[in-house]
């Protein structure tokens, strides 16, 4: 009789074991994508390893489905799902060491960027902190904008060729100039919209270096092509007409000394346009 009425408490037993030894298998395999370092993290990998862990813990037995162990183990698998969108979220390029910083503020983190693991972020409540860390996010894609615009800004200036074009085998002129200033009003125009911007903070100071940049750069086109302009016109009227030149000797000499040092930096621009 006596093994009679320990068979459901032997078979109870077995349960209890067969529960927990799954668990620990689910258990053990969260441990080791805890230990993932975050620059190693795939979202989509993660993603899967967790569903491949649900789906067996859902494949058990419904006897073993009935213990509360199981019910916690499975919440907290759901609940990783479901933060995986963060987690992916997360590893966006737009993330920069200062934005690191806040997060690591907000989550309570004690560990530097090259250290932190998915554990560490599991560990310190991404649900709760939720709305900071989607604030942190939108500050830094906002700011992503301003910074790839302001990376076209330098690309285009720093490296800008000016247009050359030979004249009457004397020197190479500067030609394109519509393209030239439509090119310059637009960066203008954008760095002034820049300022509007509510992720301008970050940007302040590059952005008033080029804005002087630029409009010094607009002022200096501008009078360059007012000169240009004015030396083609006088020197097809003094070296088309030896008559004009011995008509007009003090104008002649003077357009000389203009003349030899234009053509001059003419020649330094085209040595390096």
């Known amino acids: 009789g006596n093994t009679e009425a ?5 078979e109870e037993m077995a349960n209890l074991k067969g529960v927990w030894s799954e668990i620990k298998q689910v258990h053990d395999q969260v ?21 491949e862990t649900l789906q067996s813990l859902k494949n058990l037995p419904a006897k073993l489905r009935s213990y509360e162990a199981f019910d916690f183990t499975q919440e907290q698998l759901q609940s990783r799902i479901k933060l995986n969108m963060l987690v992916a979220d ?22 530097g960027f090259n250290e932190l693991t998915l554990g560490h972020l599991w560990d310190a409540d991404l649900e709760k902190n939720q709305p900071a860390i989607k604030d942190v ?24 060729e000016v247009e050359l074009v030979p004249y009457r085998s004397k020197c190479r002129l500067i030609r394109g100039w519509d393209e030239l200033f439509t090119q310059l009003d637009e960066h203008l125009q954008s760095v002034q919209s820049m300022k509007m911007s509510p992720f ?36 097809g009227i003094f070296c088309a007409s ?27 621009v085209a040595a390096k346009p």
């Not at 320990?6 to 032997?10: D, F, R």
């Not at 301003?146 to 990376?151: A, G, N, P, T, V």
């Open 90 to 111: 997360l590893k966006t390029d737009a993330l920069k060491e200062r934005h690191w910083k806040q997060i690591n503020q907000v989550l309570k983190l004690t560990v």
């Open 200 to 235: 301008y903070k970050s940007f302040e100071e590059e952005g008033a270096l080029w804005d002087k940049r630029l409009n010094d750069i607009r002022i200096i086109f501008d009078i360059w092509m007012d000169v240009q302009r004015r030396w083609v016109y006088l020197e």
């Open 137 to 160: 996010l939108g500050r830094a894609q906002g700011e992503m904008g301003l910074e790839e615009f302001m990376r076209e800004v330098r690309e285009c200036w720093i490296g800008y």
């Open 242 to 268: 030896a008559d004009i030149q011995q008509l007009l000797p003090t104008e002649f000499a003077r357009f000389r000394t203009i003349d030899t040092e234009f053509v001059g930096i003419m020649k330094k």
């Open 6 to 10: 320990l068979a459901p408490l032997q």
């Open 31 to 51: 441990e080791l994508l805890k230990e993932t370092p975050w620059t190693a993290v795939v979202p989509k990998k993660i993603r899967a390893a967790l569903d």
